[in-house]
């Protein structure tokens, strides 16, 4: 599935998670922070059912993932889906936090 240009990124902070609205269903990463601000714990990945299988869940964590990069974060992934994304991506290995394994 080709993301709409008009879905953008967004950080719901109040709800700590990540956002991609498609046709009104919501897809997510929830995260956390460490309590310096400069670590992001990625925690769950959640597509509705009408949007899995479309490829939304891996564009999502591509998005998150060069969103934590351009924010200079550290990355904890907790996941399970965004530790397989970056397994495939290794690429995205270097936002991980010092001593995290993938």
């Not at 950080?11 to 009104?24: L, M, P, T, Y």
């Not at 530790?83 to 290794?90: A, D, L, Q, T, V």
């Amino acid at each position: 599935m080709e993301i709409p240009e008009q879905v953008t990124l967004r950080n719901n902070e109040s709800a700590r998670q990540f956002e991609w609205k498609i046709d009104g269903k919501l897809a997510k990463i929830e995260y956390d922070f460490s309590t310096d601000g400069k670590r992001i714990f990625l925690m769950h990945t959640e597509v509705p059912p009408a949007l899995q299988g479309t490829g939304v869940a891996s564009q999502l964590v591509q998005a998150v993932l060069d969103h934590i990069d351009e924010k200079g974060w550290k990355l904890v992934p907790y996941c399970p889906y965004v530790k397989s994304y970056i397994k495939k991506h290794p690429d995205y290995r270097r936002l991980r936090d010092k001593g995290i394994a993938i």
